[in-house]
């Protein structure tokens, strides 16, 4: 008899200690999770910033036009082979948060965004303006992903030369 009341006195002193460890490690699990949905955010965040750039350097640096004249401001147009082998023009620009583009046949397709509605991750112009390029120069292109609910943004930046510019496409070279 004296064993089964020692048997329950160590059951009981054993869930009382689980009991104390799980308690000691709330905490740890609290913030444990707060770090990964914060890492899961942060990477969607760059997934998404990091399409977006690589997807406008590509159309930017192949562009068959060179510039008549400075850019500066949220749009840019491009020209591109189209479907039946011709060169349309194609436009980037920014609506509701939105990086979109503007097909040759004025048909329009979101580059970022999940929804038709308010977005949880936004694409916003940075230093006021999405593109700048002054006279032949280099296209800057300078976004921030910025995260709603969360507060947190990523800064993405980068400079393009259009080939057609580079290489002064339509110029007789000497």
Avoid: C
């Amino acid at each position: 008899m004296k064993r089964k009341g020692l048997m329950l006195l160590d059951a009981l002193m054993a869930l009382l200690l689980l009991s104390a460890l799980a308690a000691l490690m709330a905490p740890l699990a609290g913030s444990w999770l707060t770090a990964l949905e914060m890492g899961t955010a942060r990477t969607k965040l760059s997934e998404t910033g990091l399409f977006a750039m690589d997807f406008m350097v590509e159309k930017i640096r192949n562009n068959r036009r060179p510039m008549a004249k400075a850019v500066n401001g949220d749009s840019y147009d491009y020209a591109a082979i189209t479907d039946n082998g011709t060169d349309g023009t194609y436009r980037f620009f920014v609506d509701r948060e939105k990086l979109k583009i503007q097909l040759y046949n004025d048909t329009i397709q979101p580059i970022t965004g999940e929804h038709t509605g308010p977005e949880s991750d936004v694409f916003l112009p940075g230093e006021g303006h999405l593109f700048r390029q002054e006279g032949g120069g280099p296209v800057r292109i300078s976004f921030t992903m910025y995260r709603q609910m969360k507060g947190r943004d990523l800064d993405f930046e980068t400079s393009v030369i259009p080939y057609a510019d580079f290489y002064e496409k339509g110029k007789v070279y000497e």
